[in-house]
């Protein structure tokens, strides 16, 4: 969406091997969390990564966009074992990234238990230049959405379940050493993005759990759940394991987007715009000033 609001629907294609030509993309397309990167050395390209749900296994799904066209093409989908419960990704290369397990159980029954005791069984995996996933980072409560600094020299992730911002630095094998966190009271973080001009963290996230989970399992019959939400911005303190400053940008009684579930700032000529999105909505809300647009 631009700064006039024009939604561009983009078309997903694929190369044919035999003809050599571009046709409709031919996989399942399930998606989760997305992360979008741009390379300065060629500012007319952008490649988007997908955390893509298919039936055959879960595995981030990348492609690539020339801007000015309407295409996604597909470069690759990648998977692993390693990768079995993907929840959020983000890209710190063209070809190369970081992908949160939020859970480490995957009956329904053992993810409700993890959930609802707070295990520590989550992780965080790498995709390297060499095509191989490790682990980057482990004992995470419900690792959840994530997101780079400008210059990729910090992570943001999201625990849930503790719950928690965490901040990592990532080595040159693509471990993650954890720097610092802030705790939260009555706010349950969903996911994060940065604000790459002053570098602060956007956090969305809950303040009423249960009515979250109701909502998620009564949405498609109806339901009466409005779970109530937030965003909190984050502003990094002079040494990493100090945490954050918190503020609270915005809060609404679930009404304005109910389940909220992420926060992304925009700049439309010179004002500073909130965008909120939601995994079980088909529509965003826009707002300026605390108030919706």
Partial sequence: MD???NILALQLVE???????VVPFTQEFRVHGFDIYWDSLDPTELTFMFVNHQRMGDG???????????????????KSPLLYAP???????????????????TSRIMRQIEIFFGMAWGHIVYYGHEGMFTTAAAGISYPNGIARSADGNTIYVA????????????????????????VFKDFVPDNVSVDTATGQVLVSGFLNTFEMFRYNHEVLSGTSARPAAAVRRLRPLAY?????????VL?????????????TLQTKRGVQR??????????IAICRAGSRI
């Fill in 87 to 105: 929840n959020d990704v983000v890209a710190m290369s063209r070809s190369t990234f970081y992908a949160t397990n939020d859970m480490r159980s």
């Fill in 60 to 78: 981030i799904s990348i492609f690539r966009h020339k801007i000015g066209t309407k295409y996604l093409q597909h470069v690759k989908t990648v």
């Fill in 3 to 5: 700064e006039n609001n």
């Fill in 274 to 283: 909130i965008l909120l999105g939601s995994v079980m909505a088909d529509h």
């Fill in 251 to 263: 809060s609404h009684d679930g009404t304005l987007l109910p389940a909220t579930t992420m926060a």
């Fill in 240 to 248: 990493p394991r100090m945490g954050f400053a918190v503020e609270n």
């Fill in 159 to 182: 625990a849930s379940s503790e719950p928690s911002v965490n901040m990592f630095r990532p080595a040159s094998d693509g471990t993650l050493a954890l720097v610092g966190k802030t």
């Fill in 15 to 21: 190369l044919d091997r035999e003809s050599n030509k």
